[in-house]
């Protein structure tokens, strides 16, 4: 196998043979890239500054990505790319696929005499919105570790579903805030009120802007009221994660897991969905990146007998 070096230097820095790509830079890199790859518009993946330094380097992402971190269009070099679709740049193969995990997140393959995968953050779950990730075949993966711990097992969709729907028809009259993360949870909460017929949610400004968003690009979100009060208010609102401090909201997050209390409805995939990605993918050589890396390398070894090993 080609040689391959992965490790994390402000962003994650991927020698493949003669190539160095650069996946979600939060810094410059102590070297120039060949590329730089954005999979998606949550602030812990990209720097602007970073981005913005980097001019002369070819940047791969989606449209919608591009519009959450550079609405203003004042990158460089960038290229778009969608899901199935291919494209070579700096003497690379590069196809993107659908994430699942926010409006405009990409996994890349990247062919350069072996086949390497970065899922970015991934979701394999139906949902009622976005297109679930696909575990791609390859030699090489890099992948999300965020909830790889087995403590963060989450129940099915379908499940936790019905929980904030029964709990949403219960409390609707007295007012209920559910608290989820601004791009992502948000619009899941919003598509899930608003298409089962329970309440016409109300949200927040901030969870508004990202909703737009996402019916730009085809998310059927359905009806809701935006509002600008904090107060509280009859109906169900849908607020920023940050609000669910102090007990004002409830949490629908994966940490939630963890906390015993909120509900564990999360855009990433969970512990036994990130093993059982690794099972379907048949890598050679797998890099856990992001979160509880050593866990899920640990588990991938013993689990999966596949060579797994942790970037931190």
Same mark, same amino acid.
């Not at 999979?39 to 990505?65: C, F, I, Q, W």
């Not at 030699?139 to 929980?163: K, V």
């Not at 629908?252 to 409805?265: F, H, M, N, Q, V």
């Given at each position: 196998?080609?040689?391959?070096?992965?490790?994390?230097?402000?962003?994650?820095?991927?020698?493949?043979?003669?190539?160095?790509?650069?996946?979600?830079?939060?810094?410059?890199?102590?070297?120039?890239?060949?590329?730089?790859?954005?999979?998606?518009?949550?602030?812990?993946?990209?720097?602007?500054?970073?981005?913005?330094?980097?001019?002369?380097?070819?940047?791969?992402?989606?449209?919608?990505?591009?519009?959450?971190?550079?609405?203003?269009?004042?990158?460089?070099?960038?290229?778009?790319?969608?899901? !199935?679709?291919?494209?070579? $740049? %700096?003497?690379?193969?590069? #196809?993107?696929? /659908?994430?699942?995990? *926010?409006?405009?997140? +990409?996994?890349?393959?990247?062919?350069?005499?072996?086949?390497?995968?970065?899922?970015?953050?991934?979701?394999?779950?139906?949902?009622?919105?976005?297109?679930?990730?696909?575990?791609?075949?390859?030699?090489?993966?890099?992948?999300?570790?965020?909830?790889?711990?087995?403590?963060?097992?989450?129940?099915?969709?379908?499940?936790?579903?019905?929980?904030?729907?029964?709990?949403?028809?219960?409390?609707?009259?007295?007012?209920?805030?559910?608290? !989820?993360?601004?791009?992502? $949870? %948000?619009?899941?909460?919003? #598509?899930?009120? /608003?298409?089962?017929? *329970?309440?016409?949610? +109300?949200?927040?400004?901030?969870?508004?802007?990202?909703?737009?968003?996402?019916?730009?690009?085809?998310?059927?979100?359905?009806?809701?009221?935006?509002?600008?009060?904090?107060?509280?208010?009859?109906?169900?609102?849908?607020?920023?994660?940050?609000?669910?401090?102090?007990?004002?909201?409830?949490?629908?997050?994966?940490?939630?897991?963890?906390?015993?209390?909120?509900?564990?409805?999360?855009?990433?995939?969970?512990?036994?969905?990130?093993?059982?990605?690794?099972?379907?993918?048949?890598?050679?050589?797998?890099?856990?990146?992001?979160?509880?890396?050593?866990?899920?390398?640990?588990?991938?070894?013993?689990?999966?007998?596949?060579?797994?090993?942790?970037?931190?």
């Amino acid at each position: 196998m080609r040689t391959v070096k992965v490790e994390y230097r402000g962003g994650l820095l991927i020698e493949l043979g003669d190539k160095l790509i650069l996946a979600d830079p939060r810094r410059l890199p102590p070297k120039k890239p060949d590329l730089v790859l954005v999979s998606h518009g949550h602030s812990d993946h990209y720097n602007l500054r970073a981005l913005r330094a980097l001019n002369e380097v070819p940047k791969l992402m989606s449209r919608a990505t591009r519009e959450l971190i550079d609405p203003r269009g004042r990158l460089k070099n960038v290229v778009a790319i969608e899901d !199935g679709e291919e494209v070579e $740049v %700096a003497g690379l193969s590069i #196809a993107a696929y /659908s994430a699942g995990h *926010v409006i405009g997140s +990409l996994q890349f393959l990247v062919s350069h005499k072996v086949d390497l995968v970065y899922t970015g953050d991934v979701c394999t779950e139906e949902r009622i919105l976005l297109k679930p990730a696909e575990p791609l075949k390859c030699d090489i993966l890099i992948i999300e570790a965020t909830y790889g711990s087995p403590r963060y097992t989450f129940p099915p969709r379908r499940e936790l579903y019905r929980a904030i729907i029964d709990l949403s028809k219960s409390l609707r009259d007295k007012g209920l805030a559910l608290a !989820g993360r601004r791009i992502g $949870v %948000a619009q899941e909460l919003t #598509a899930l009120l /608003s298409l089962s017929k *329970v309440a016409t949610p +109300l949200v927040r400004n901030s969870v508004a802007r990202i909703n737009a968003l996402y019916e730009k690009y085809g998310e059927l979100l359905g009806s809701y009221v935006v509002v600008d009060s904090k107060s509280p208010l009859r109906g169900v609102t849908i607020v920023p994660l940050s609000e669910a401090k102090g007990g004002g909201a409830l949490p629908c997050t994966g940490w939630a897991a963890a906390w015993r209390s909120g509900i564990p409805l999360s855009s990433h995939s969970d512990f036994e969905g990130l093993l059982n990605y690794v099972k379907l993918s048949s890598p050679q050589q797998v890099y856990t990146v992001y979160g509880f890396v050593e866990e899920l390398s640990s588990a991938i070894r013993e689990r999966l007998g596949v060579d797994a090993r942790p970037v931190r």
